[in-house]
């Protein structure tokens, strides 16, 4: 069964941190690229971080690049999103995603297979 299951969101003060998880089924987490999309209230789907290949390569949104920082553990089929410095702007349903590989990393339309989503609202 393919599953997408995210976890960690909650309410904080700007400046202050929050870590996302997503447990992913293992066929997707060993064949797609994992990646982290967000909606804000009133806004469209927004890329946030993604992994290249199945490598350490990772690619992030530049309103988020140097705050927020994507990685895994391939032993618990996990990917996380480690969430720093944050701004009320970040406010938003997180969603853990999957896309094939050799997609258009940044473009929300190659994620295929998508979470039910976490709540992140930071107050200012």
């Known amino acids: 069964q393919v599953q997408l299951v995210e976890s960690g969101g909650g309410l904080v003060q700007a400046g202050g941190s929050l870590r996302l998880s997503c447990v992913a089924s293992?066929?997707?987490?060993?064949?797609?690229?994992m990646g982290w999309i967000r909606q804000a209230p009133g806004k469209e789907r927004e890329f946030v971080a993604t992994f290249m290949r199945s490598g350490p390569l990772t690619y992030y949104a530049s309103s988020v690049k140097g705050r927020f920082t994507i990685f895994r553990d391939s032993a618990k089929n996990t990917v996380y999103l480690q969430m720093s410095s944050l701004k009320p702007e970040d406010t938003a349903v997180y969603y853990c995603?999957?896309?094939?590989?050799?997609?258009?990393?940044?473009?929300?339309?190659?994620?295929?297979?998508w979470g039910q989503g976490t709540q992140v609202a930071v107050s200012s």
């Open positions: 293992g066929r997707l987490f060993s064949s797609y690229a």
């Open positions: 995603a999957a896309r094939p590989y050799g997609s258009s990393w940044s473009s929300v339309e190659s994620y295929e297979y």
